[in-house]
Nanobody, 126 residues
Framework: VQLQASGGGLVQAGGSLRLSCAAS????????MGWSRQAPGKEREFVAA????????LYADSVKGRFTISRDNAKITVYLQMNNLKPEDTAVYYC????????????????????WGQGTLVTVSS
């Protein structure tokens, strides 16, 4: 599956952005989807994920209550709505797909994802 992320940009602290990730190739609904991010000089970290059945999205503690992940299987797209952004959210955000059997509960380890998009930069100014 090929993934194309978009929607990043520069925003002031407290603002919002919505990232999109369009998929192509293999059947989108057969993948759990997720977002991770990587700040300069840091390792890539899990942000959010949604299972194939979209029952139980999971979030990193640092974004819980501010970010919302969703998927539209008809549009073969996954979204990340980011509200109340903070300077520490500044990073390159990557969407990813996991081909494992995550129908009800998605993976939360970066290593569980098999396919990655190219990343989109989010910069939050203070």
């Amino acid at each position: 599956v090929q993934l194309q992320a978009s929607g990043g940009g520069l925003v002031q602290a407290g603002g919002s952005l919505r990232l999109s990730c369009a998929a192509s190739g293999r059947t989108f609904s057969s993948f759990a989807m997720g977002w991770s991010r990587q700040a300069p000089g840091k390792e890539r970290e899990f942000v959010a994920a949604i299972a194939r059945g979209a029952d139980t999205p999971l979030y990193a503690d640092s974004v819980k209550g501010r970010f919302t992940i969703s998927r539209d299987n008809a549009k073969i797209t996954v979204y990340l709505q980011m509200n109340n952004l903070k300077p520490e959210d500044t990073a390159v955000y990557y969407c990813a797909a996991s081909g494992g059997s995550y129908y009800y509960v998605p993976p939360t380890r970066v290593s569980a994802f098999d396919y990655w998009g190219q990343g989109t930069l989010v910069t939050v100014s203070s």
